[in-house]
């Protein structure tokens, strides 16, 4: 079942509600009571595909390594260090 977003036109009031398809729209706001004001609001779907799913088994190449966001904040630091002035292969070359 979608939930739906709506809002008062008497009082602002949002809220969300728990739906099927076929049931009507609320008439009444559950802040102001006010009758017939209730308005759907357009909203953008979300959702999140996540585990081992569809990309993993289906479009995945072999050579490809699993990738988390964990991964995307560690892989930035360890990038940045291989550059940075105090790394070893710096280090090793000044100390010859």
Same mark, same amino acid.
């Given at each position: 079942?979608?939930?739906?977003?709506?809002?008062?036109? !008497?009082?602002?009031?949002?809220? =969300?509600?728990?739906? /099927?398809?076929?049931?009507? $729209?609320?008439?009444?706001?559950? *802040?102001?009571?006010?009758?017939?004001?209730?308005?759907?609001?357009?909203?953008?779907?979300?959702?999140?595909?996540?585990?081992?799913?569809?990309? !993993?088994?289906?479009?995945?190449? =072999?050579?490809?390594? /699993?990738?988390?966001?964990? $991964?995307?904040?560690?892989?930035? *630091?360890?990038?940045?260090?291989?550059?940075?002035?105090?790394?070893?292969?710096?280090?090793?070359?000044?100390?010859?």
């Amino acid at each position: 079942m979608p939930i739906y977003a709506f809002q008062c036109a !008497e009082c602002g009031h949002s809220f =969300d509600r728990l739906q /099927k398809l076929s049931d009507p $729209d609320p008439d009444a706001c559950p *802040a102001c009571q006010a009758k017939g004001g209730v308005r759907r609001q357009v909203t953008a779907p979300v959702f999140r595909l996540a585990g081992s799913g569809w990309y !993993e088994t289906d479009f995945k190449k =072999d050579g490809d390594k /699993k990738r988390t966001l964990a $991964d995307k904040g560690e892989g930035g *630091a360890k990038s940045s260090d291989a550059g940075s002035p105090g790394s070893s292969s710096t280090t090793a070359a000044t100390a010859s």
